[in-house]
């Protein structure tokens, strides 16, 4: 039985490795498809262009939360409205939405502060609120940590004036504003986020967006039941990209890169983050998630090393495993994210992906995730149940207290 058992570990190692090696691979060869096929779309030119509204749904300050919002007010388009949506009127994040109106007078901005809501996600609450006072027809969701170049609208409006696009979303980086946790969770997205999307437009079609940049037309969000559709769902940037898929559209990834300004102020803040991605990621995509561990070539080293510690050949797959993560890594962010990484942030890579498949393994002792303040059981499917009723729904749903900041 030891030598059956000691077999089929040496088979999982093996296959552990042997997948790893393919997915460092693919996710350079993905990229290198993914930039020459999308990278020659370019910004649309001229003034005649269609009138854009911009979501941003707020809850507290951010780091950097000015200067976030303030890009979207740079935009280089003829005409757009940013709506943003706020739930509590004591938010600090107003008084940031009013300093935008006398820096750019010149900028369509209103304010919605709305305490009224709509399903589990307050993010999407805020969104339903926020889109009674849209007034155009193309629109585009994007969290307070984003940060755009001025051509964002035009590069994103070059795919979705396309009618067979249902939903436009871009790929981002990182730029950390923090200590240590903060360091972690950047390399989690400069080293693992869009690898991962590389490789999975290699085996499959796009059914999902990212909360960086949703870019959708009216019409189309009306036939998928409008953000209400996604108001019970705590991965609803998943979910619009999913339905909308389901209607016939396709979702379309923009060759351009946004920036997450991340500052992540304590360990638990991190392990609490991680392990509501995991957990999520698993309720929505259960097979998947579970294959995710033999893409894990850091582990897949380590555990060949101590099985076979006294073998120099597995010392010398080990090391050439990590010299390839290493490499690939490298050279992904700083070609096609412009990111830089130092011989430090290489030197955590490793670190931070035993870290990553310890939060792998975590996300199947349990079903709950601590988001916005509250925790949360995932169900099936991804849908999410407060663990406690929160006692103030019944008064935070009154009538709307509204502001509308113009020019």
């Known amino acids: 039985m ?24 693919a996710s350079y060869f993905g990229a290198r498809r993914f930039f020459s096929l999308r990278g020659r779309v370019t910004p649309l030119a001229g003034e005649d262009l269609p009138g854009v509204t911009i979501l941003k749904p707020l809850k507290g300050l951010e780091p950097n939360l000015s200067e976030n919002l303030a890009s979207f007010c740079r935009q280089d388009y003829p005409k757009f409205q940013i709506v943003f949506g706020v739930a509590d009127p004591q938010d600090p994040a107003i008084g940031i939405v009013r300093k935008l109106r006398s820096a750019f007078p010149q ?12 399903g589990t996600n307050y993010k999407v609450s805020n969104l339903i609120n926020a889109y009674r006072v849209a007034r155009y027809d193309y629109l585009v969701i994007a969290d307070s940590d984003i940060r755009v170049p001025r051509h964002y609208l035009r590069t994103l409006m070059a795919d979705l004036v396309r009618p067979e696009v249902g939903v436009v979303t871009c790929l981002y980086r990182a730029q950390a504003c923090g200590g240590w946790p903060t360091r972690i969770e950047a390399l989690f997205v400069n080293t693992d986020f869009a690898p991962s999307v590389f490789v999975a437009r290699m085996v499959e079609t796009t059914r999902y967006a990212f909360g960086a940049t949703m870019a959708i037309r009216r019409e189309v969000l009306e036939k998928i039941g409008g953000f209400a559709a996604l108001s019970r769902y705590l991965a609803d940037d998943f979910f619009l990209g999913n339905l909308v898929t389901r209607h016939g559209y396709r979702v379309e ?66 090391a050439a495993l990590l010299a390839l993560r290493l490499g690939v890594a490298r050279l992904l962010a700083q070609r096609y994210l412009d990111v830089h990484l130092s011989g ?64």
């Open 2 to 25: 030891t030598s059956w058992l000691a077999l089929g570990l040496d088979i999982v190692i093996a296959a552990g490795l042997l997948v790893s090696c393919w997915y460092y691979l």
């Open 107 to 118: 900028v369509d901005i209103e304010l919605v502060v709305d305490p009224r809501i709509h």
């Open 253 to 318: 990834i923009s060759p351009l890169i946004v920036d997450t300004v991340l500052a992540v102020p304590t360990w638990r803040r991190l392990v609490e983050h991680q392990l509501r991605w995991s957990r999520t990621y698993r309720s929505v995509r259960g097979g998947s998630y579970f294959a995710l561990v033999l893409t894990h070539g850091s582990f897949w080293a380590l555990a060949n090393v101590f099985v076979h510690a006294s073998d120099p050949r597995a010392w010398a797959v080990a």
């Open 344 to 407: 430090a942030d290489l030197a955590l890579v490793p670190l931070k992906d035993l870290f990553l498949t310890a939060m792998w393994a975590t996300a199947f002792l349990g079903n709950t995730v601590q988001w916005s303040g509250r925790r949360f059981r995932v169900v099936a499917h991804g849908e999410m149940i407060p663990v406690e009723p929160e006692a103030s729904v019944e008064a935070r749903a009154t009538e709307p207290v509204r502001s509308r900041i113009r020019s």
